[in-house]
T-cell receptor, first 114, second 112 residues
Framework: GAVVSQHPSRVICKSGTSVKIECRSL??????MFWYRQFPKQSLMLMAT?????????EQGVEKDKFLINHASLTLSTLTVTSAHPEDSSFYIC??????????FGQGTRLTVV | GIQVEQSPPDLILQEGANSTLRCNFS?????LQWFHQNPWGQLINLFY???GTKQNGRLSATTVATERYSLLYISSSQTTDSGVYFC??????????????FGKGTKLSVIP
């Protein structure tokens, strides 16, 4: 299957700082990328959908100014958590698709804000 | 939006046993995928199966789109099969196209 690489896998940051997470599709062009958040023992919750070269579409309740998404190329999307607070601590996972084909997921990033 | 229900929520198996996991969905779908989330959080693609039957080793899956359900079969389970199994569906058209909606998952524990 296709490979989606997400970095970093784990990050600890101080409250008030910003953290950038990268998501790359290594062997295909991802027309659409998705960002999910997962709390312990829960399912994946979609945060936003991004298409290359256009603004991301955020799900209801997700603050677009806190979670900045950039999809500058067909192989790279970034999620920046701005002014992070302890309640932003979570597991963040990206996904990539080429049109309506099978979705593939990155390894996830465990963010801890102290 | 579309609703996805998975059952059972938890399952404990003796190594070597077989199991069936179920995914019901509330509307017609264009895409259905099964994933295994390992203890490190990685989502492993198991099947891309909007309809029909597929097999891959000890795993197989069947989706009956007209009756809005999918089944994942695990035969001769091994301890490495432990983890959470997710079903995710996509209903295309209008807002939310290409988005996958996840069920709550089935947590499988295989004991030696």
């Amino acid at each position: 299957g296709a490979v989606v690489s997400q970095h970093p896998s784990r990050v600890i940051c101080k409250s008030g700082t910003s953290v950038k997470i990268e998501c790359r599709s290594l062997d295909f062009q991802a027309t659409t990328m998705f960002w999910y958040r997962q709390f312990p023992k829960q399912s994946l919750m979609l945060m936003a959908t991004s298409n290359e070269g256009s603004k991301a579409t955020y799900e209801q309740g997700v603050e677009k100014d806190k979670f900045l998404i950039n999809h500058a190329s067909l192989t790279l999307s970034t999620l920046t958590v701005t002014s992070a607070h302890p309640e932003d601590s979570s597991f963040y996972i990206c996904s990539a698709r080429a049109g309506g084909t099978e979705a593939f997921f990155g390894q996830g990033t465990r963010l801890t804000v102290v | 939006g579309i609703q996805v229900e998975q059952s059972p929520p938890d399952l404990i198996l003796q190594e070597g046993a077989n199991s069936t996991l179920r995914c019901n969905f509330s509307d017609s779908v264009n895409n259905l995928q099964w994933f295994h989330q390992n203890p490190w959080g990685q989502l492993i693609n198991l099947f891309y199966i909007p309809s029909g039957t597929k097999q891959n080793g000890r795993l197989s899956a069947t989706t009956v789109a007209t009756e809005r359900y999918s089944l994942l079969y695990i035969s001769s389970s091994q301890t490495t099969d432990s983890g959470v199994y997710f079903c995710a569906v996509e209903r295309r058209g209008g807002a939310g196209s290409y988005q996958l909606t996840f069920g709550k998952g089935t947590k499988l524990s295989v004991i030696p």
